[in-house]
């Protein structure tokens, strides 16, 4: 699991600063202020890499997600983005658990001796 949610999480430290340079463009944004939640935004999703196998780093996860698409109020492009990149999550979270309940499956199958 840790690797696909990681590389979904790589893929949104992009896509956030990429949402960052375009929100520069709003007169209505100041720069050091787009840049302060992109930077955190930014930092967080490369820090969930190295805490998503703990308890209640998934949720972290989900809950930069919801953030990714309400930041699509002031980026429009990012609801469709936030919303691919949530489904990316979802995909790797559930995916992730089957590859790490076969992965110990067959550790356990393993271990075992042989019974003939």
């Not at 930092?43 to 969930?48: C, E, G, T």
Request: hydrophobic fraction near 60%; aromatic fraction near 12%.
């Amino acid at each position: 699991m840790r690797t696909l949610c990681a590389s979904t999480l790589i893929g949104e430290f992009f896509v956030i600063g990429f949402a960052g340079l375009v929100a520069m463009k709003d007169p209505d944004l100041s720069t050091g202020t787009v840049w302060t939640v992109c930077g955190i935004a930014m930092f967080l999703s490369v820090a969930l890499c190295g805490v998503i196998t703990r308890p209640g780093g998934v949720a972290l996860g989900w809950a930069l997600q919801i953030a990714l698409v309400a930041s699509g109020v002031f980026v429009p492009m990012m609801f469709f983005l936030g919303v691919v990149f949530a489904l990316l999550w979802w995909a790797s979270v559930h995916f992730g658990r089957k590859v790490d309940e076969a992965k110990a499956r067959f550790a356990a199958r393993a271990d075992q001796p042989d019974a003939a």
